[in-house]
């Protein structure tokens, strides 16, 4: 059975840095990538970030360029998501998805095969 479980979030101050995690687990994800959304309250689910199996592409939301960084450890079945100078805008329930393949159409995620609960991030002004 997959599971995935995000780690990591919090109540933080604007300008300050949290460090999500996100482990899975239960089968082989050898050619997946993994990627990070959130959803506000009242908003659709939108896309932050993704990363490629081998960890050498990447692709950010404008938003967040300059910000944040992904990165994932293969051998331990976790992507991470460096955020730092945070904003009140960042403010949501933070996903990570995991989806065959990389490329083409980074912001939908339908194309996401396995999703983990969801960690809260809240930055307080």
């Known amino acids: 059975q997959v599971q995935v479980v995000e780690s990591g979030g919090g109540l933080v101050q604007a300008g300050d840095s949290l460090r999500l995690s996100c482990v899975a687990s239960?089968?082989?994800?050898?050619?997946?990538?993994m990627g990070w959304f959130r959803q506000a309250p009242g908003k659709e689910r939108e896309f932050v970030a993704d990363?490629?199996?081998?960890?050498?592409?990447?692709y950010y939301e404008d938003s967040v360029k300059g910000r944040f960084a992904i990165s994932r450890d293969n051998a331990k079945n976790t992507v991470y998501l460096q955020m730092n100078s945070l904003k009140p805008e960042d403010t949501a329930v933070y996903y990570c998805?995991?989806?065959?393949?990389?490329?083409?159409?980074?912001?939908?995620?339908?194309?996401?095969?396995?999703w983990g609960q969801g960690t809260q991030v809240t930055v307080s002004s």
């Open positions: 239960g089968r082989t994800f050898r050619g997946y990538a």
């Open positions: 990363i490629n199996w081998s960890g050498d592409s990447t």
């Open positions: 998805g995991l989806k065959r393949g990389y490329g083409g159409n980074h912001y939908q995620p339908r194309l996401y095969e396995y």
